[in-house]
């Protein structure tokens, strides 16, 4: 079973940055698709990007040319640049390998003055 763990949330004023981070135990992490959801309050579950393993992304219309997905393979480790962030971007972010159906515990990002 593939253990996920993310960091790097916080909280942060509208327009200020993070990124989080999603490492993965195990090994042919470099195989693998790899993808941030977020959930908000009282609200489902939302995919907010996809990088695959050979580096293709995509992303939500909701956070295009805003966020972005990166991984380094040598570190297992896929990450979330999240900048210009926006009140509605408040969430408990997760990070997922689909493949395997594996899912971290979240990491909370509050964008609040």
């Known amino acids: 079973q593939v253990q996920l763990v993310e960091s790097g949330g916080g909280l942060v004023q509208p327009g200020e940055s993070l990124r989080l981070s999603c490492t993965a135990s195990g090994t042919f992490f470099n195989l693998y698709d790899m993808r941030w959801y977020r959930q908000a309050p009282e609200k489902q579950r939302e995919l907010v990007a996809t990088?695959?393993?050979?580096?293709?992304?995509t992303y939500a219309d909701s956070v295009m040319y805003r966020f972005a997905i990166s991984r380094d393979n040598a570190k297992n480790t896929v990450f979330l640049q999240m900048n210009s962030l926006k009140p509605e971007d408040t969430a408990v972010y997760y990070c997922n390998m689909p493949a395997v159906n594996s899912w971290g515990k979240g990491t909370l990002v509050t964008v609040s003055t």
């Open positions: 990088i695959t393993r050979d580096e293709r992304t």
